[in-house]
């Protein structure tokens, strides 16, 4: 009889599973088809005129800084070798920050339609998209100063009111 309870719970187990895992499955989207190549050319269209290279231009001999500097921390007496070594991985690694101007292309072209890429194109070719491309840097950088400079008087405000509701508990703090 207990044999015969644990194996109902078991197939209980196994059937609820199964019924569980099935409308999860049905759910999942289809794998997406890959980019078109007019697609690929679009979004790198759009990556070249916004100077996104300039992000990734320095990637390689970034990281063959950082890497160097890695291994220096533990091998101070390679110091001189490991600069040597440096020159001659990045530049036998030059040119591989492209793969990245290649990968934001794919990400570009899978998060948009062909045709909504041919018409960001246009639009940057346009005057307003044109002004867009010159004035974006500067206004983001403005912005970016702006929410610092809002924290730090915000910062203020509300150190203030600590301050006011632990002096009204009668605790003072410098």
Not at 136 to 147: L, N, T
């Amino acid at each position: 009889m207990k044999n015969r309870s644990r194996i109902m719970l078991a197939a209980g187990l196994a059937v609820g599973l199964a019924l569980a895992c099935a409308p999860a499955n049905a759910q999942q989207p289809a794998p997406a088809k890959p980019a078109s190549p007019a697609s690929i050319a679009a979004a790198k269209e759009i990556l070249e005129m916004k100077h996104a290279n300039a992000m990734y231009a320095q990637a390689v001999p970034s990281i063959v800084e950082q890497a160097k500097n890695n291994i220096m921390q533990n091998n101070l007496n390679y110091q001189k070798d490991l600069n040597e070594v440096a020159v001659v991985v990045a530049q036998s690694l030059a040119g591989r920050e492209k793969e990245i101007g290649e990968g934001m292309a794919k990400v570009y072209a899978d998060a948009f339609t062909e045709q909504e890429l041919k018409d960001l194109v246009a639009f940057y070719r346009s005057a307003l998209g044109q002004k867009l491309l010159v004035a974006e840097p500067q206004a983001i950088q403005s912005s970016i100063e702006y929410m610092k400079q809002w924290a730090q008087a915000f910062s203020q405000t509300v150190n203030a009111q600590f301050r006011a509701e632990m002096h009204k508990r009668g605790k003072d703090y410098q």
